[in-house]
């Protein structure tokens, strides 16, 4: 079994514990259309300095609950040591296939920061309606982190956390050094981007193999 870095997680008041010039964290996003039967994340590795130096990808399935142990399995096959933080860009993917930001955080000993950006009344009522057979395991999963925490980062922009194995402070902390402007971080960004051209070209090179049987 591969070794994975454990860290302590911090605690609430960690609002003074910096993190390191080169930090490397994994941002994660991703691409899908619902017609499809599986979507497709990014994980991006990202160094304080911007640069990139790991990629990897999983798809999980639309509407399905398998996307826990799809990022789990992205994780281990990048085999990386280095990787201080996890950073997604929402716990919701593929169509309210709901990430357990904990089993992320115990699984791996990796901190979880997951930042949304826009004020929600619940989704309970949608879960109940789409999912009438599962919507309380979902919902469950989904609030396991706790609630969400608005901050507003550096930039000025605001945005919305939850975490697990690091304090809301010191998550911040880390949003700040890799947002560059607006409230999108680097990482997640980048993984958007690299999610999309991926999700499109492999949509689009299967349309065709179809259109040419």
């Not at 259309?33 to 990808?57: N, P």
């Not at 499109?200 to 299967?206: E, G, L, N």
């Amino acid at each position: 079994m591969d070794l994975i870095h454990k860290i302590e997680p911090s605690s609430g008041d960690d609002s003074t514990v910096g993190w390191k010039s080169g930090v490397r964290v994994l941002g994660i996003a991703e691409s899908f259309k619902k017609s499809q039967l599986t979507s497709l994340v990014a994980g991006v590795v990202m160094r304080g300095d911007f640069r990139i130096d790991g990629f990897g990808a999983c798809q999980p399935t639309i509407g399905g609950t398998d996307s826990t142990v799809s990022l789990l399995q992205l994780f281990r096959r990048l085999k990386r040591q280095d990787i201080r933080a996890w950073m997604l860009g929402g716990s919701l993917i593929s169509w309210f296939n709901v990430v357990d930001i904990v089993e992320l955080y115990t699984a791996t000993g990796v901190p979880v920061v997951c930042v949304t950006y826009h004020p929600s009344e619940g989704i309970e009522k949608y879960l109940k309606e789409y999912f009438p057979d599962d919507w309380q395991s979902r919902l469950a999963t989904l609030t396991k982190g706790g609630a969400r925490t608005p901050i507003q980062l550096e930039t000025g922009h605001s945005a919305f956390l939850t975490t697990a194995g690091v304090g809301v402070s010191r998550a911040k902390r880390l949003l700040d050094r890799f947002t560059l402007d607006g409230r999108v971080p680097e990482p997640v960004r980048v993984a958007r981007l690299a999610a999309a051209g991926l999700y499109r070209d492999m949509f689009h090179s299967a349309i065709e193999g179809e259109l040419k049987r």
